[in-house]
């Protein structure tokens, strides 16, 4: 079923991800291409990522068939707090392909955004099964759903839970997402899917090697309604240090609708991070909120415990902890991607996704 939103209603909106979560929606990973030369290496690091999770909230997890859904019963199966799917997918980063779920108030029925979806433009074909998960949640799960005419991603939207959304112009004004729509046609679509009052434009970029065009989830996350981490580098002679300055000097210049600013504190990069003389985009903005848990990639690098402190007393009431990523990483994401978080009810606690 497919209803259109009222814009500015009030009946929908799109919690911050610090805010309660029903569920983490998860896609095991199966597609070798994405993991170049060190695939077997992903499913337990995915499961240990799974383990951390499920202990603070249930977790459901698009395990398909065959192969791969014996290895995800082996290595989860058994854990409490996991719900396994038999749903097909062409690859693992639903944070992406995935819907974006709506809090409704009382007395309405769940609502979630589902997007059009092209795999970063068009770079890795097929995604078919992919487009097709919104919908089967939405069918399966007792969902409105949604369909929003942009072609674009989860990673490239940011909410503070206050109306405030913050993306990338290179990402979601790309020729290859939208081609015959201009920044005031899709500014106004994201305000009235995601029943928000104001868009913060970041000029996008600066992480070497990110193939998404520069997906706001590598560059700055909210911390609070008020508050943004911002990726950046102290070395102005790497490739990251122009734009990632010129994200900076967005954020710094931006005014809410009432006049107030942002506080900005800068998440600084690992070094850089290599594969076959390729650069990885490796950024610290990329971990995941769960309920009160932060989990922070590390890259065996001098900047990771740093990265996970600061992280600490910017989450004080969440346990943050860091896991590894240097190989995730191959894949060009890391946790924020693999993930897509399910917002509690108005007024309830943490528990499993009903289906219908």
Not at 201 to 226: C, K, P
Not at 239 to 259: I, M, P, Q, V
Not at 331 to 342: K, M, R, S
Request: contains cysteine.
């Amino acid at each position: 079923m497919t209803e259109r939103l009222q814009p500015n209603n009030f009946a929908y909106r799109w919690p911050a991800e610090w805010e309660p979560h029903r569920a983490t929606w998860l896609s095991w990973p199966h597609n070798r291409s994405t993991w170049p030369g060190c695939f077997d290496l992903i499913p337990p690091l995915f499961a240990r990522f799974v383990q951390v999770v499920a202990e603070h909230e249930p977790v459901v997890i698009l395990i398909g068939d065959g192969v791969c859904a014996e290895q995800a019963r082996i290595l989860v199966g058994n854990l409490q707090n996991v719900t396994l799917l038999p749903w097909r997918t062409n690859d693992a980063w639903i944070r992406d392909y995935g819907p974006t779920f709506l809090q409704a108030i009382p007395g309405q029925r769940d609502m979630l955004v589902h997007w059009q979806y092209n795999a970063w433009g068009g770079k890795y074909p097929p995604w078919k099964l992919d487009t097709q998960v919104p919908r089967n949640i939405s069918q399966n799960f007792d969902y409105q759903r949604f369909a929003s005419p942009l072609t674009l991603e989860g990673g490239a939207l940011e909410g503070n839970g206050d109306r405030l959304l913050m993306t990338t112009e290179s990402c979601v004004l790309h020729r290859n997402r939208n081609p015959n729509s201009t920044r005031s046609f899709i500014e106004r679509c994201l305000l009235h899917a995601l029943n928000m009052e104001q868009v913060l434009w970041l000029r996008g970029g600066g992480i070497a090697g990110d193939d998404t065009d520069g997906h706001i989830d590598q560059l700055a996350r909210f911390v609070r309604s008020n508050a943004v981490v911002a990726a950046v580098t102290n070395d102005p002679k790497d490739s990251t240090y122009r734009k990632l300055r010129e994200n900076l000097d967005c954020l710094e210049h931006f005014r809410r609708l009432d006049g107030s600013t942002l506080q900005i504190i800068p998440l600084p990069l690992p070094a850089p991070v290599y594969h076959s003389g390729t650069r990885l985009p490796a950024s610290y903005c990329n971990y995941y909120i769960a309920n009160e848990l932060v989990v922070v990639p590390q890259f065996d690098d001098p900047a990771d415990d740093p990265a996970r402190d600061l992280l600490q007393t910017l989450y004080p009431s969440h346990h943050v902890v860091g896991l590894p990523a240097r190989h995730l990483i191959r894949g060009l994401g890391a946790f924020h991607c693999l993930t897509q978080q399910q917002p509690c009810l108005v007024g309830s606690a943490s528990r499993p996704a009903n289906r219908r």
